[in-house]
């Protein structure tokens, strides 16, 4: 997926657990971090022909687009730093849950099991731009909900 796409993924999930939340600065900013850390070590996608290369450039086989990552970063946290437990696992895991369905999709429980889960969705395609769409307005809503209570 693209990294709006992800972005937009985030924002949305974080609008919706924001009423429920006392740092919520915080709270954002961790959701949206978190939403694209995975990519940090492969291609970020900005569209459908532009990517950036950060670090490893190992792709979504990568360890960080495992959820056996997530669980074990969010049990860190949720040790040594309970506030970024929730938000990191929130934004982490829909990146990954997201990435699913893409036709790379991910090895969600590797080193344990390498079966895939993947789907037909083409980053920057059409599929990516509903759900990119679908995300903004879902946060749309979510917002004026909070700012309205």
């Not at 796409?5 to 971090?33: D, E, K, M, S």
């Not at 997201?98 to 969705?121: C, M």
Request: overall charge positive; aromatic content about 14%; some cysteine.
């Amino acid at each position: 997926m693209l990294l709006k796409t992800h972005l937009a993924v985030g924002l949305a999930v974080a609008f919706y657990f924001l009423p429920h939340v006392q740092n919520r600065l915080a709270f954002v900013v961790i959701v949206l971090f978190a939403s694209v850390l995975p990519d940090l070590e492969s291609e970020i996608l900005l569209d459908k022909h532009k990517k950036i290369k950060l670090f490893g450039m190992i792709g979504k086989n990568s360890f960080l687009h495992t959820y056996t990552a997530c669980l074990i970063a969010t049990g860190l946290f949720a040790f040594f730093a309970p506030i970024v437990a929730l938000p990191f696992f929130l934004g982490y895991s829909f990146h990954l849950a997201v990435d699913a369905f893409s036709r790379e999709g991910i090895a969600p429980f590797w080193p344990f099991t390498t079966k895939r889960a993947s789907g037909k969705i083409t980053p920057g395609g059409h599929v990516d731009y509903a759900v990119f769409s679908l995300s903004l307005i879902f946060a749309a809503l979510m917002l004026i909900k909070i700012l309205i209570q």
